[in-house]
């Protein structure tokens, strides 16, 4: 969260506050617009052309509110439809060669990747890029059985998420829509291999045969949610040389990244991937066919949850195999549009933060939207009208961004079909309260750290456990706070007899009891990240927690509490939930808040279209 010290800031048009109006004061407001503009370019605050000679999907961010959109929709749509018909879909399959690790043992069967394949009808030898959405929920379910249910619809239908979204909007512009069933689901054979390097390699088959097709001019982008998400990650991890963009919505970075924070781990983790196993479990010959991750990747999460410190998350390299963004920052030469809610606890966006500056550093050209919806689109209303306080109603309406599709139009017709100027990197970013802003990147360059030592603050209890819980609360401060980055909670605590313990943090603005964020960390992982270390009992540690990703007002004169439980929402208890660990609430023990400063007229905030008055 962010600090008490600000940085300085530079001064708004027209917003002189107090400054003579002399020739050196019209100089540095000057002076400041110049710096502004060399940070942010043209896309964020406008372009020197009237928007009037600006193609509508050139309208920049800070002018696209004034755009006149259909805002009626349930979904955002383009405020221009193409001018091509869309071709009756056609299947194919693509012959995978795997790696020997990857080979099945079984029934012998071809090794197949399943694509349906939507083409605009274009003129005789005009070629066109590709947006493909692949993952497992094709065909996927109950296969029929009684009291299950039916499956979901097969690949050869536009799926509701983006399927039909991309068909609706992005066809008749000269795209074409691909959609894809990983292997082991729909008509793909081989096995299930969840996120692993059997699935990835075919996912970068179906890449490479997309672009090399004679319709194709040679580009492909993938874009998709949750497990849809994470499959752009796979395809970027040893991309083929046609994919030139992602948009990964909501995908996790990893399996075990998506399962455990700071070594504590989700309950769900325990069956994830015997869960996909029998979802996509059919009378067919695929039930014939065995692989090894179908017996490894079931057993990780219960020994890495009990014995992570013994070796329990190293004895195989299933973990490891499935962690994809070390390969993307080091082979991947395509841009990134990176999609996440900041209320998401299905795919939390610690995956998007430091992703975010770690792709910009690594060379990637990369944007990103984050609003205070769930695991959602951007531009959801329905479902983000559904939210509870705490967890992103206050954001409501002005998540929605019905404004999306063009958002994306103009980043596809770059990267997909080399139209227009290279978009901006940057971060679009809603604060709780609802207020959009635009950073460079995220957390922002100007944020600072403040460091409370927490003898400063008051507290009730200094054990954490099943049966007890610590409440920490910091006086309220002169002037509002910003929160905007990824704060920090360093703990010092006391081990007790058993090799572990956990704590989960739950920061909240007191005054209004709104919550504001929350943070765990099992006592093993102590350092963070993903190596477990023994504990000695009754040794003193400090757990170095970090929040996840956190943009929030804090009205001046509020105090914030802080909740320490031994377990949270979504975490399992740890194997020493009954005994816990001991808090010491003193200068031993530090609360860091990224903070930083922006004027109610600051030229990062922004408005988006107002689609609620539309519909009232």
């Known amino acids: 969260m962010e600090e008490e010290t600000y940085e300085a800031e530079l001064i708004p048009e027209g917003d002189v506050r107090g400054l003579n109006i002399t020739l050196a004061g019209t100089f540095a407001v000057a002076v400041a617009f110049l710096i502004l503009a060399m940070g942010f370019g043209t896309d964020v605050l406008g372009d020197s052309n009237s928007d009037d000679s600006l193609e509508w999907w050139q309208i920049p961010l800070h002018d696209r509110y004034k755009m006149d959109l259909d805002l009626t929709q349930e979904r955002s749509i383009l ?14 399959f693509v012959s995978v060669d795997l790696p020997i690790s990857e080979e099945d043992a079984g029934f012998p069967e071809e090794d197949v990747m399943h694509v349906a394949l939507w083409l605009p009808d274009v003129p005789e030898g005009t070629t066109v890029p590709v947006i493909m959405t692949i993952h497992p929920y094709y065909d996927f379910g109950g296969e029929g059985m009684p009291g299950v249910g039916d499956d979901s619809s097969p690949n050869t239908v536009p799926d509701g998420g983006i399927g039909k979204w991309v068909y609706d909007n992005f066809i008749s512009h000269g795209y074409a829509l691909a959609q894809s069933s990983t292997f082991g689901t729909g008509k793909s054979t081989h096995c299930q291999d969840v996120k692993g390097l059997g699935e990835q390699t075919g996912i970068q088959a179906v890449v490479q045969w997309l672009g090399e097709q004679e319709w194709s001019n040679g580009k492909v982008g993938l874009m998709g949610k949750s497990y849809a998400g ?12 046609y994919l030139k963009t992602i948009v990964p919505i909501s995908g996790s970075i990893g399996v075990q990244e998506m399962f455990y924070r700071n070594g504590s781990s989700e309950a769900r983790a325990l069956g994830y991937d015997a869960a996909y196993q029998a979802a996509t479990s059919d009378l067919t010959t695929d039930e014939l066919r065995m692989c090894s991750d179908d017996l490894i990747g079931p057993l990780n999460p219960w020994s890495t949850w009990g014995w992570a410190e013994f070796g329990g998350a ?6 490891e195999e499935s962690r994809h963004i070390p390969d993307v920052l080091e082979i991947y030469l395509g841009s990134v549009y990176l999609v996440w809610g900041m209320q998401d606890w299905n795919v939390d966006p610690y995956h998007a933060f430091p992703t975010y500056q770690l792709m910009r550093d690594a060379g990637i050209p990369a944007r990103g939207i984050m609003g205070q919806w769930a695991h959602n689109y951007p531009d959801q209303p329905d479902r983000h009208g559904a939210l509870e306080s705490g967890y992103g109603a206050e954001a409501y309406p002005s998540m929605s961004r019905m404004d999306w599709a063009v958002e994306l139009y103009g980043w596809f017709n770059y990267w997909l079909k080399g139209i227009g100027d290279e978009p901006e990197s940057h971060v679009q970013i809603q604060r709780n309260d609802g207020r959009w802003h635009v950073e460079e ?17 008051t507290s009730q209890g200094s054990r954490v456990s099943a049966t007890s819980t610590t409440t920490i609360t910091l006086p309220g401060q002169v002037d509002d706070m910003h929160i905007s980055g990824l704060a920090t909670l360093h703990l010092s605590v006391q081990a007790s007899s058993c090799n572990g313990g956990q704590i989960f943090a739950t920061m909240f603005d007191k005054t209004d009891g709104l919550r504001i964020g929350h943070a765990t960390m099992d006592l093993r992982y102590r350092d963070g990240g993903y190596t477990a270390k023994p504990v000695v009992p009754f040794a003193s540690y400090t757990m170095k927690m970090e929040f996840n990703p ?4 804090i009205p001046a004169g509020h105090e914030i509490e802080i909740v320490l439980t031994e377990t949270g929402e979504d975490y399992l208890p740890s194997p020493c939930q009954a005994v816990g660990l001991n808090v010491n609430i003193d200068s031993s023990s530090t609360l860091g808040l990224p903070l930083i400063y922006r004027s109610d007229n600051a030229p990062e905030w922004f408005e988006v279209p107002a689609w609620w008055e539309m519909v009232e």
């Open 550 to 553: 956190i943009d929030a007002i």
């Open 230 to 241: 994470t499959t752009n990650w796979e395809a970027a991890q040893q991309p083929s040389e």
């Open 314 to 319: 190293q004895w195989n390299d299933y973990w």
């Open 79 to 92: 405020p221009e439809n193409g001018t091509y018909e869309v071709l009756t879909y056609t299947e194919h």
């Open 441 to 457: 990147t995220w957390p922002p360059a100007d944020m600072s750290m403040w460091e409370i030592p927490l003898d400063i603050a």
